[in-house]
Each structure stands twice: as structure tokens, then as C-alpha cells.
């Protein structure tokens, strides 16, 4: 089963402009097992064997196991900066300068969760970072740290921020904080619980019409934030 993933990973996504390097190719492939049997259950054996190289190669480019795995979750963190860091940047400069209006709060919560519905519905490279991160919110594996303080914390921190001021209060208290938690939380689990919600909704959360109800209902538990 996990042969079979683990090859399909390799094919998946489409064909780059440049020819993918051996340190690439081992990277998504080592991603994609990090992320189906978690750090403890990954062997570089199991990578190099998918990936098509031996374990010296493995050790040339990355050292070791946790040295792969690091690597990985640096790869991720530089996609969330192509990917999401323009909307997020744009709406911490507005949360900073002091003078962001409630309704004004709402629209940039808005784009970020148009950015992050994009993002669990988007391409196989993207979920397959996604389901990464979502493995490592379990296991903390050595990568757990640079998620958390790169991507997890500063994100949470916005929303909260954000929440406040869409609520008219000057900073954001816990019940802002555990908001954010919750609504960036259901997102996560169309990804995390993917077998489950595909079934449930029948269909992938990725397919039309899913995605843009997803979108939809995203609005609509903020709504439900911002009133409370």
C-alpha cells in the first residue's frame, strides 16, 4: 500500500518547467511518506526505494532522517510564503497601523480564508503538504517547531487579532483566540479527515461544487464569530 502511494507521489503532480533534481525528487518523496506513516514510522529505506536512489544519496543531500524531515517541513514553509504570505502580510500591516475599521477586519479575514479554502482544494503538491503539517499537529517531529512558529502561531495570532477588531474590541482575549483556533480547525479537517469527509460529502473536498460550498460556509462561521 504504502509502495504504491509512495510511487504515485512521484508522478502526481504536473510536469515541471525544469527537470526535477535528484534532492527535489527525494524531498516530495520523503514528504509523502513523512506524511502517510509519520516520522517514527518512515524509514530512509523506504525512501530511497520510492524515490529511485540509494540511502548514500539520502545521507549526501540530507544527512539523516531528521535531517529529511527538517528539510521538509523548510520546503513547506517556503510554499506557504509563495502561496499565502502576500495576503497575510498585507493584512498584518493593516492590523498593525491601529487604524483598521470593524467591516475593514472582516474583508481581510475574508481573503485569508479565500487564500486557505484555496489551499486545501488546490493541486496534489499543496495537499500533499498539507496532510505533512496535519500529521506533524499529532507527532511533533523535528520539523514540529519551525511549523509552529512560522506558520501555526503567526497565522492563529492574525485571525485572533483580526476577530477582535472585526468585533470592535481594541485586542484580542481568549474567546478571540479559541475562535481562531476552531475556525482554522474546521478547515484543517476536510484534509486531516479526508477518507471521512470524501465519503460523507461524496466526493473530494477539492471537486465543484464542494469546494465552493466550502468557501461558503467558511463565511458563514465567521459570521458567526464576529456576532458573538
Known sequence: MIDSLLSAAVTAH?????????????????MACFAQEGFAGATTRMIAS??????????????????????????IVEQHRRRLLPVAAAARCAADDGSLTGDQARVWLEKILAALVAAITA???????????????????????????????????????????????????QS??????????????????????????????SEDPHKTLIGECALRMLSGLIAS
Open 14 to 30: 504536473d510536469a515541471p518547467a525544469l527537470p526535477e533534481t535528484t534532492r527535489e525528487r527525494i524531498l516530495r518523496v520523503g
Open 123 to 173: 493541486d496534489d503538491e499543496q495537499r500533499l503538504a498539507t496532510d505533512f503539517v496535519l500529521r506533524e499537529l499529532s507527532e511533533q517531529g523535528p520539523g514540529y517547531h519551525l511549523l509552529y512558529e512560522e506558520l501555526w502561531k503567526p497565522g492563529m495570532e492574525l485571525v485572533a487579532e483580526l476577530i477582535a477588531i472585526a468585533r470592535g474590541k481594541g485586542a484580542a482575549d
Open 50 to 75: 520510492a524515490a529511485g536512489v540509494t540511502l548514500p544519496v539520502i545521507a549526501y543531500h540530507f544527512g539523516n532522517k531528521d535531517g529529511l524531515h527538517l528539510a521538509c517541513a523548510e520546503e
Open 176 to 205: 478571540d483566540r479559541v475562535g481562531a483556533m476552531m475556525l482554522l480547525a474546521s478547515l484543517s479537517s476536510l484534509t486531516r479527515d479526508e477518507p471521512v469527509a470524501s465519503a460523507f460529502l461524496g466526493g473530494s473536498a
